[in-house]
């Protein structure tokens, strides 16, 4: 299974909730830089992790981990499967890699253990997982609304080029929504950013992207600022956070801008990627 990485073009948080999670708007799309999850039958019945990567668990912490239990419990499945987790998206990066890990298992063992079920009913146990974890399920681009499980589909932005710049900082989102003070951040046009994607118009989804997770990343590592400022000075259309951070990713249209941005950042940063933006959802 293609285990996609999200951006989110425009993040917006109305309010803190009674149950510690924080209201959201937001507009997530799938971009083409992906883990791949594969999954295989084991005679006996147990979940099993196999990853080479020293940031990812390979216990009950995985996401994929928690996704292959929970379907188990709610299924009544009685049946073992190894999961194994090629990393590609960088790990703890604002890019729910952990979360498509997870959408990724759902949907592959729905279809290994022959379960019928809807990509809806995916999401709806992904949401027990994580807030991103719905949105993964489908893919594509979305606005998502609740915190982040409400997830209402849009048609894909125009396509462009996704340059995707990860600083060796760890940031932890449970942190950076505690830190956020909600009286003094600028709010970014959510709907206006719908509306541009709808009309295609990539000049305005440029101008209206916003983030107001920045405030506190930004504010918390100011190598990320720089790296921001950076990615537009090189040449990127537009330049901006995904979802906690630290990862700044920049939209460019022209490939002739591409090489240019992707080596000036090399020099600047650990790592750095050039990807196409998908934003097309996932089949059923
Ligand atoms: C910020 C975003 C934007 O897409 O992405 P990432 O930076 O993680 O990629 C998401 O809202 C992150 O979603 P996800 O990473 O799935 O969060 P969860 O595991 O559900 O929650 C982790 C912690 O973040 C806080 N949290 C998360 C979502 C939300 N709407 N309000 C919150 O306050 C809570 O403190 C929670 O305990
Ligand atoms: N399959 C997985 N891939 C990556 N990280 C995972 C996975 N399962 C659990 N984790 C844990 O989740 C944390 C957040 O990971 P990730 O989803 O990559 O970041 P983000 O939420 O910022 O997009 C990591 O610190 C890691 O320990």
Redesign the pocket.
């Known amino acids: 299974m293609k285990a996609p990485a999200k951006i989110n073009l425009s993040l917006d948080v109305l309010h803190k909730r009674s149950d510690g999670y924080h209201e959201v708007n937001m507009v997530m799309t799938t971009i083409d830089l992906a883990d791949r999850v594969e999954l295989t039958d084991l005679y006996s019945d147990t979940i099993q992790i196999i990853s080479h990567n020293r ?3 390979d216990d009950e ?4 981990y928690q996704a292959a239990k929970l379907l188990k419990e709610k299924l009544g499945v009685r049946r073992g499967v190894a999961i194994s ?1 090629t ?1 590609h ?1 960088p ?9 498509s ?1 997870a959408a990724a298992t759902l949907r592959g063992l729905n279809k290994l253990w022959g379960l019928g079920l809807s990509l809806d009913e995916l999401a709806e146990i992904g949401a027990e997982i994580g807030s991103d974890v719905p949105f993964c399920v489908y893919g594509g681009t979305a606005v998502a609304r609740g915190r982040g499980e409400k997830i209402e589909h849009i048609p894909a932005p125009p396509p462009c080029w996704v340059i995707l710049a990860k600083p060796t900082i760890g940031v932890s ?1 449970a942190d950076v929504y505690r830190n956020l003070q909600l009286q003094s951040v600028h709010h970014p046009d959510v709907d206006g950013m719908v509306a541009a994607i709808k009309e295609k118009n990539y000049e305005k989804i440029c101008a209206l992207a916003g983030n107001v997770l920045e405030s506190v990343t930004l504010n918390m590592h100011p190598k990320v600022a720089q790296i921001k400022e950076q990615m537009k000075r090189f040449g990127a259309d537009v330049s901006l956070m995904s ?2 951070g630290p990862t700044v990713f920049g939209l460019i249209q022209h490939d002739s801008r591409l090489q240019r941005v992707y080596n000036g950042l090399r020099g600047f940063c650990e790592q750095v990627y050039a990807v196409r933006l998908i934003g097309e959802r996932h089949e059923q």
Request: hydrophobic share 50%; no cysteine.
């Open positions: 940031f990812v668990p912490r995985n996401l994929a987790i990393k998206i790990v703890a990066a604002g890019l729910a890699g952990g979360s890990d989102t979802g906690s």
